[in-house]
């Protein structure tokens, strides 16, 4: 089991910056790949960037060239770099772990942190 703790969002104006953070604990040794989520009211989560355990990333294309992610193994926390933010990236932030354990997947959620762009 891991458990995910998200951080760092708020309210920023258009053109401003955030760092999310994303601490894992519990058996973190069978994380493999970790992603960033976002849900904005009436719309479907959808994915925003991901990385490997190895340290490949792909992110969506609306945030490409404004968003970095990063994880720090050592730390066990998963971070998205936020700049140069618009009003349609308000949402709610959600990290999510993909979980290997003897050949059985699972992916754990956090409970969300609110970012909000005021135009």
């Known amino acids: 089991q891991v458990q995910l703790v998200e951080s760092g969002g708020g309210l920023v104006q258009a053109g401003g910056s955030l760092r999310l953070s994303c601490a894992a604990s519990?058996?973190?040794?069978?994380?493999?790949?970790m992603e960033w989520y976002r849900q904005a009211p009436g719309k479907e989560r959808e994915l925003v960037a991901g990385?490997?355990?190895?340290?490949?990333?792909n992110y969506a294309d609306s945030v490409k060239g404004r968003f970095t992610i990063s994880r720090d193994n050592a730390k066990n926390t998963l971070y998205l770099q936020m700049n140069s933010l618009k009003p349609e990236d308000t949402a709610v932030y959600y990290c999510?772990?993909?979980?290997?354990?003897?050949?059985?997947?699972?992916?754990?959620w956090g409970q969300g942190t609110q970012v909000i762009v005021s135009s």
């Open positions: 999510n772990a993909d979980y290997w354990r003897y050949g059985d997947y699972m992916d754990f």
């Open positions: 519990g058996d973190t040794g069978y994380i493999s790949a």
């Open positions: 990385i490997t355990s190895g340290g490949s990333t």
